[in-house]
């Protein structure tokens, strides 16, 4: 019901709202960096809203700018998020990949590797492919970090700069904010 109330909440925001704004209050509903949620954006899709690909070996199609897998629309379902909802509304994708991420590091731990998971999943057998895509999350997180600095900004999320890992099982704590309570 928790899940509902806070997905529900993303219905107040429509697809004309600035896509940073919809990072920012996914990021602070689930307690996770916006930057780290724009990062997987702008791997996933380059942050295109539209974003369809339906070549995955496991005959699972990925949408929209945070490339939600079709494994999760049951779930989804739950909170009246289907693949038509994802495509249409940006900010409600970016709260489902928030969920998904979330999720993985409810179950896994907040580590790079359960931010790897939310391309490759769980198995074993993906770790080699898991671990690059973390690294590549944690260069884009790195440089937009840094963008957000020079620019004036400072870490809205109260997360420790240091982000130099060669690690993926170190925690990611770095780029995970506590919830907010």
């Known amino acids: 019901m928790k ?12 697809a004309q ?7 920012t209050r996914a990021g602070h509903d689930y307690g996770i960096d916006p930057l780290l949620l724009t990062a997987i954006s702008i791997k996933e899709s380059r942050l295109k809203a539209d974003a369809v690909n339906g070549d995955n ?20 379902k739950q909170f009246n998020i289907d693949r038509a909802r994802l495509l249409d509304d940006p900010c409600i994708c970016v709260y489902a990949g928030a969920w998904v991420l979330a999720h993985n ?8 590797s359960s931010v790897g998971m939310y391309n490759t999943g769980p198995s074993p057998k993906l770790i080699t492919q898991r671990n690059a895509y973390a690294n590549d999350i ?13 620019a004036g900004g400072n870490n809205q999320s109260g997360i420790a700069a240091k982000t130099d890992t060669g690690n993926n099982e170190e925690p990611a704590t770095q780029v995970i904010k506590k919830p907010v309570r």
């Not at 944690?138 to 020079?150: E, G, P």
Request: aromatic share 16%; charged share 20%.
């Open 3 to 14: 899940w509902f109330a806070v997905l529900a909440l993303t219905a107040a925001f429509t």
């Open 17 to 23: 709202a600035k896509p940073e704004m919809c990072f």
């Open 57 to 76: 070996r496991n005959k699972t199609e990925d949408v929209c700018g945070m490339q939600v897998n079709s494994s999760h629309y049951k779930k989804l």
């Open 105 to 112: 590091f409810r179950s896994y731990g907040k580590n790079w």
């Open 138 to 150: 944690k260069n884009i997180y790195r440089v937009l970090l840094a963008r957000a600095i020079v």
